[in-house]
């Protein structure tokens, strides 16, 4: 299995909603990371989990909040977002260590913010 | 600060046609550099991945080059097909992170 699992694919909400993202993968992997992307643009990095531990985070405002529950999971809640905040927002995993660390991709969350 | 940058930003080709995208960054100091495709409103389809004590890579139609001293890699895509059409990232890796380039929209026409 070489996939990373996303839901929901398409998801709305107010500003005034709280909703989460959820990723999962059963590689093994050990780091699993959050990108922004918005169109036409690459995917900016947001935040990084190494052995289930915040190792990178890309100065994101509060208003997103990861969460690596094991392994195999990690969660972004989402609060009180901005309208700007619409974007398609990519998890990932890899192996940790080494120089072949390979990126794999979910196929995104686009989230549209009213 | 790792800067990448991929040249052309668009190309459009006939069916058939071989073709060179450019990947070129500003720190040779990386572990490896991956080519990934992205078709609209998707994820990223991971295609070659070269590492830094790597030459090159091949699978099936495509080969992507390193050349660290240089900071420059190449993937390149042989007869073409409209099914390649898509946009093509680049992204340098080092400590944990990946960079990406802006990448490349290509455009194969039928």
């Known amino acids: 299995d070489t996939e990373v699992t996303q839901t929901p694919k398409h998801l709305v909400m107010g500003m005034t909603n709280k909703k989460s993202l959820k990723c999962e993968q059963h590689m093994g992997h050990r780091a699993m990371y959050w990108y922004k992307q918005k169109a036409k643009k690459p995917p900016e990095l947001m935040f990084v989990?190494?052995?289930?531990?915040?190792?990178i985070n890309e100065s994101v405002p509060s208003r997103f909040s990861p969460e690596c529950p094991n392994s195999s999971l990690l969660n972004l809640h989402l609060h009180a977002l901005q309208p700007e905040d619409s974007a398609l927002y990519l998890c990932a995993s890899s192996q940790v260590g080494g120089t072949g660390e390979k990126l794999f991709f979910g196929s995104g969350t686009q989230l549209s913010v009213l | 600060k790792q800067e990448v940058t991929q040249i052309p930003a668009a190309l459009s080709v006939p069916e058939g046609e071989n073709l060179v995208l450019n990947c070129s960054f500003t720190d040779s100091a990386i572990y490896n550099l991956q080519w990934f495709r992205q078709d609209p409103g998707k994820g990223l389809t991971s295609l070659l991945l070269?590492?830094?004590?790597?030459r090159e890579q091949t699978s099936g139609r495509l080969n992507a080059s390193l050349d660290k001293s240089s900071g420059r890699s190449t993937l390149y895509i042989a007869a073409s097909q409209p099914g390649d059409s898509a946009t093509y990232l680049c992204?340098?890796?080092?400590?944990?992170?990946?960079?990406f380039g802006d990448g490349t929209t290509l455009t194969v026409k039928p």
């Open positions: 992204a340098v890796r080092r400590a944990g992170k990946s960079t």
């Open positions: 070269i590492q830094s004590s790597q």
């Open positions: 989990y190494s052995y289930e531990k915040l190792s």
